[in-house]
Structures are given as C-alpha cells and as structure tokens.
C-alpha cells in the first residue's frame, strides 16, 4: 500500500499569500492528523478528523489556519495570510481503528514551508 | 496533561555497538500506548516500535528493543548492532489508550539526535 502522501513537498511564497497543503491518507485509515514541526516549538498537533469530520482544531494557531477533509481521500491545510512565522515543517498522519496498525499514525513526508 | 521528556538532547555510538536513548513520561492514565519515531534527514517521521501499556513484555522489532518500566513511566529504546542508517532524531511519543476527546492526539518528546560513528 501506498504511504501518506503531501504535495508539495517543498512551498515557497510571500508574506500575506495564501497557501494550500495537500494530503492524501493511507486508503482505510479513519482518522488523519495535521501537525506543524519547528526547532522551538517541536511536533505540534493542529488538528485533526474522524471519518472526515473534524474532531479537535484546538491546536490550531490563528483563524488564518484552517483545515477541511471534503472525502475519505484528501485534506488541505490553508493558511491565508501567511507569515513568516508560519515557515515550518507541516505533517499529514493518518491511522485506523481497527485492522493491523491499530492506533498508530503513519506519517507523509511533510511539506516544508518557507515564508518570506 | 501528558508530558513526554527526553533527556539526551544528542548522542552517538559507534557502528555495530548499542546505544540507549531515555524517555520518561507523566501521566495519570492507566492504559496508553508508547511510540517510538524516527525522523532521518529526509525529515520522514517513521515507526520504529509501539508498546501497549497494558503488556507487561516488552516490544523489539529486530534491532530495536523498548525497556517499558511503567511504574517507573520510563519507556527506553535500545538500538543493537547500530548502523549508519540509525542516524537520525528519535521521538519518543504518548497516546492515551480510550476513546475520547482529545484520545487519539500524539504528545511528543523533543527528541534525541543520534550519530553514528563509522
């Protein structure tokens, strides 16, 4: 089976652009996960879904974040406007309730943004 | 609200000797899981082994053993035989064990940086 999968796996842009994160969930998993990773902060849970529904968005930093999970396949993360400090690593993970790999989240490569 | 402490910021070992990185954890749950990442260069974060609170044996995938001490709340990954591949940084991580809000949100570590030395 195919892995989590995030495009792109690098973004650069400007201050004040919008920018929109892609992922793509292991096929059966229930559950996906969007979490931010940053040399002061560490791996920070932004948000997450059950069966496309969003469960916790408390992790969320700012209403310039938001997250959707139109199907079982795709989630986007969007930041508008984006900041500087917004430059991070931004991982997709998702994992299942029952099945092998009960539990545990498989994480996509991650996107690195970058924001001038 | 869990906590998860890695006390070894880096360490390194040399090629085919073991090397063994430290987590403690603070919780008040009694059925949890315990996760152990690592993340090479590439940045890819990658199940190395998972314990379940509630086993009293410990987990190994090959190479890679846990020291799961849960009165203690120390959970510690032993790498034998290392490898030049080990490189990389090592997250400890908690998930509680039941269902609930907020149940199925990883709390991280900050990580220990391993190097392996030909």
């Known amino acids: 089976d195919a892995g989590v999968i995030q495009s792109p796996r690098h973004e650069v842009t400007e201050m004040g652009q919008e ?6 969930p292991i096929s059966g998993h229930d559950y996906l996960f969007w979490y931010r990773q940053t040399m002061m902060r560490g791996l920070e849970l932004l948000i997450y879904f059950n069966n496309n529904v969003p469960i916790d968005d408390s992790g969320m930093p700012e209403d310039r974040f938001s997250a959707k999970m139109p199907n079982a396949s795709f989630s986007t993360l ?12 931004y991982f997709c993970a998702s994992s299942r309730t029952s099945g092998e790999g009960t539990d545990t989240q498989y994480f996509g490569p991650g996107t690195r943004l970058t924001v001038l | 609200a869990q906590t998860v402490t890695q006390s070894q910021p880096e360490m390194s070992v040399q090629e085919a000797e073991t090397v063994t990185l430290s987590c403690t954890y603070d919780t008040s749950e009694s059925d949890y899981y315990l996760f152990w990442y690592k993340q ?19 987990a190994t995938e090959n190479r890679f053993s846990v020291n799961f001490q849960k009165a203690a709340k120390s ?27 907020g149940s199925y949100q990883l709390t991280f570590g900050k990580g220990t940086k391993l190097s392996v030395i030909p």
């Open chain 1, 19 to 24: 920018v929109t994160l892609r992922c793509k």
């Open chain 2, 40 to 58: 090479p260069p590439s940045r890819q974060m990658i199940l190395v082994i998972r314990q379940e609170a509630y086993k009293q044996q410990n």
């Open chain 2, 75 to 101: 959970f510690s990954l032993k790498i034998s035989d290392s490898q030049l591949g080990d490189a990389a940084m090592y997250f400890c991580a908690y998930r509680r064990g039941y269902s609930g809000a």
């Open chain 1, 78 to 89: 969007k930041i508008q406007p984006s900041e500087p400090r917004d430059s991070a690593v």
